[in-house]
């Protein structure tokens, strides 16, 4: 975890080593932004299946999501990075989030080149993990810039979080003093998508949640209770955020569950076969 002021932009900083258990790996669309420095072989992100998978050698960085991310793992991988709360990519952005929305760039795209040469070269050579999460963390202080409406786009989606999506979105641009538009506005710069979509990714990702693979699923009841018009809305905003049925979700995660007991990766991304 970040010391103040990051903890309030970034959930937690991590090391990654090792093999993946499997070469595809699918992220569905979560209301969190993510920042990867690369230090092993490239990796390859997919981000939808109407756009080309495209290679990255040094990270990347990617803005709160619309849709899946297919990730590619070399048969090793090593990195270190940062999950960010939805808000929290934008004060070390040069260019507003919505540029990137599921449009996923290297680090150098937006940190340049020497910049994350040098970056890369100090974590590479850093005695071990504790010493490279410092490093980073260090380098995200000095990035970390003052950024116009912050304040009013963090407490807003702070509300959409603490509900789980269901807070009355035209409730919350009144209570903080503002129009509709300018309030979306305000998201699209900082995290790249509206308050709308915002809510409706937290929504999703609550219910994914709540489903125990090793137990029977009640679609309809689900959705119900997590407030989805019917059991057929359920579905297709299943389909928009992962990629795959509900019933095929299960499948996968029944799948993983017997292949990998126990793995930290159980849940959340997904094995994309």
Same mark, same amino acid.
């Given at each position: 975890?970040?010391?103040?002021?990051?903890?309030?932009? =970034?959930?937690?900083?991590?090391?990654?080593?090792?093999?993946?258990?499997?070469?595809?790996?699918?992220?569905?669309?979560?209301?969190?932004?993510?920042? =990867?420095?690369?230090?092993?072989?490239?990796?390859?992100?997919?981000?939808?299946?109407?756009?080309?998978?495209?290679?990255?050698?040094?990270?990347?960085?990617?803005?709160?999501?619309?849709?899946?991310?297919?990730?590619?793992?070399?048969?090793?991988?090593?990195?270190?990075?940062?999950?960010?709360?939805?808000?929290?990519?934008?004060?070390?952005?040069?260019?507003?989030?919505?540029?990137?929305?599921?449009?996923?760039?290297?680090?150098?795209?937006?940190?340049?080149?020497?910049?994350?040469? *040098?970056?890369?070269?100090?974590?590479?050579?850093?005695?071990?993990?504790?010493?490279?999460?410092?490093?980073?963390?260090?380098?995200?202080?000095?990035?970390?810039?003052?950024?116009?409406?912050?304040?009013?786009?963090?407490?807003?989606?702070?509300?959409?979080?603490?509900?789980?999506?269901?807070?009355? =979105?035209?409730?919350?641009?009144?209570?903080?003093?503002?129009?509709?538009?300018?309030?979306?506005?305000?998201?699209? *710069?900082?995290?790249?998508?509206?308050?709308?979509?915002?809510?409706?990714?937290?929504?999703?990702?609550?219910?994914?949640?709540?489903?125990?693979?090793?137990?029977?699923?009640?679609?309809?009841?689900?959705?119900?209770?997590?407030?989805?018009?019917?059991?057929?809305?359920?579905?297709?905003?299943?389909?928009?955020?992962?990629?795959?049925?509900?019933?095929?979700?299960?499948?996968?995660?029944?799948?993983?569950?017997? *292949?990998?007991?126990?793995?930290?990766?159980?849940?959340?991304?997904?094995?994309?076969?």
């Amino acid at each position: 975890m970040p010391r103040p002021p990051l903890d309030g932009l =970034i959930d937690d900083l991590y090391y990654l080593e090792g093999v993946s258990p499997y070469a595809r790996l699918t992220l569905p669309a979560s209301p969190a932004a993510f920042l =990867i420095v690369n230090l092993g072989a490239p990796f390859r992100i997919r981000a939808g299946t109407d756009v080309a998978t495209a290679e990255y050698a040094d990270g990347c960085v990617v803005t709160t999501p619309t849709r899946a991310l297919e990730f590619g793992y070399p048969l090793r991988t090593r990195s270190v990075g940062a999950h960010f709360k939805p808000w929290g990519l934008a004060p070390f952005l040069p260019m507003p989030a919505s540029e990137l929305c599921d449009r996923p760039v290297t680090v150098e795209q937006a940190w340049g080149r020497p910049a994350v040469a *040098e970056l890369r070269d100090r974590l590479a050579t850093a005695p071990g993990p504790d010493e490279m999460l410092t490093l980073l963390e260090e380098e995200l202080r000095r990035r970390l810039c003052e950024t116009a409406g912050l304040g009013l786009v963090r407490h807003t989606s702070s509300v959409i979080a603490a509900t789980s999506g269901a807070a009355a =979105i035209g409730d919350l641009s009144v209570a903080a003093g503002v129009s509709s538009t300018h309030l979306a506005q305000r998201f699209k *710069e900082l995290i790249g998508v509206t308050p709308k979509r915002l809510a409706r990714t937290y929504r999703f990702t609550a219910t994914v949640f709540s489903i125990n693979p090793a137990e029977p699923v009640d679609w309809g009841d689900l959705a119900s209770s997590a407030g989805y018009f019917d059991q057929a809305h359920f579905g297709h905003e299943f389909r928009a955020f992962t990629g795959l049925t509900p019933t095929r979700y299960v499948d996968v995660r029944r799948r993983f569950l017997r *292949e990998h007991p126990g793995h930290a990766l159980d849940g959340w991304p997904l094995p994309a076969d």
